[in-house]
């Protein structure tokens, strides 16, 4: 969903939600599209929204937009989560189940994350295209699979990180990102003008731009990172901080 469609999108969800006082919904929304929603929202000076995904950990996530008079935890989510098994021998990919659900024909922006593990993964998808999971998919590539719908939404995932330990002058993008990356931070300054740093969802091309703790950044060529503390000055004045690359 571009920025351009998301802005008119939003002012119609207040708009419709006011005027019948039931929620309105977007489908699954990237973590750039989050952001981009959030700057509208309170540009517009609403409160009443919310991001879900299914999961306290989810990535990807719907935008809800409900009265003031709507209380968030009895608004029914119009998303599922589907289970499926297979054997562990199979060791099927993220890149597997998502082939096989736009086989389909089934658009990217109905599908929440994809949480695969070691015999088993869970999919959140909208309501609108779960029947049509649970009926045709037997397999996934050449895998024989079962596939139920989990009620229970008990989703677990592992993230693998390398953690990456050093020094800075400062928290500026081009400093933390010296570090995450190995490279001098002249040749940092000069990616991130020419290319950009994507913090938290929104593209920055300052350098001087702040990551703060819990910040998610990344750097076309370099993947993703997340500065995961701060601990201290070094003798030198500067800060030790850890980062974690997802793997």
């Known amino acids: 969903m571009t920025e351009n469609f998301l802005k008119p999108r939003i ?10 006082g039931q929620p309105e919904f ?14 509208e929202l309170r540009n517009l ?11 306290s950990d989810a990535e990807r996530k719907i935008l809800c937009i409900h009265s003031e008079w709507d209380s968030t935890e009895t608004i029914k ?23 096989s659900l736009m086989a389909l024909n089934i658009k990217r922006e109905t599908i929440g994350d994809i949480c695969v593990s070691d015999g088993i993964t ?6 609108t295209v779960k029947p049509l999971i649970l009926s ?3 397999k996934i590539g050449s895998a024989g699979v079962r596939v139920s719908e989990d009620d229970s939404f008990d989703i677990k995932v592992e993230r693998n990180f390398t953690d990456i330990s050093g020094t800075v002058a400062s928290l500026r993008a081009d400093s933390v990102l010296s570090t995450a990356v190995s490279t001098s931070r002249e040749k940092v300054i000069k990616l991130i003008k020419e290319n950009g ?33 701060t601990g201290g000055i070094s003798k030198k004045g500067k800060i030790r901080i850890t980062i974690r690359k997802y793997n």
């Open 136 to 138: 045709e998919i037997r």
């Open 11 to 20: 002012k119609d969800m207040i708009r419709l939600s006011e005027k019948t």
């Open 26 to 39: 977007t489908m699954f929304l990237n973590e750039q599209e989050q952001a981009e929603a959030n700057i």
């Open 122 to 127: 869970k999919i959140v998808v909208m309501d």
């Open 77 to 99: 989510l119009p998303f599922s989560c589907i289970e499926f098994r297979y054997r562990s021998a199979d060791k099927l990919s993220h890149r597997d189940f998502l082939g």
């Open 197 to 229: 740093v994507e913090i938290n969802g929104i593209k920055q091309y300052s350098p001087s731009a702040d990551i703060n703790v819990g910040d998610k950044f990344s750097m076309r060529g370099f993947g993703k990172f997340i500065l995961a503390e």
């Open 45 to 55: 000076s609403s409160d009443n929204y919310f991001f879900d995904g299914g999961y």
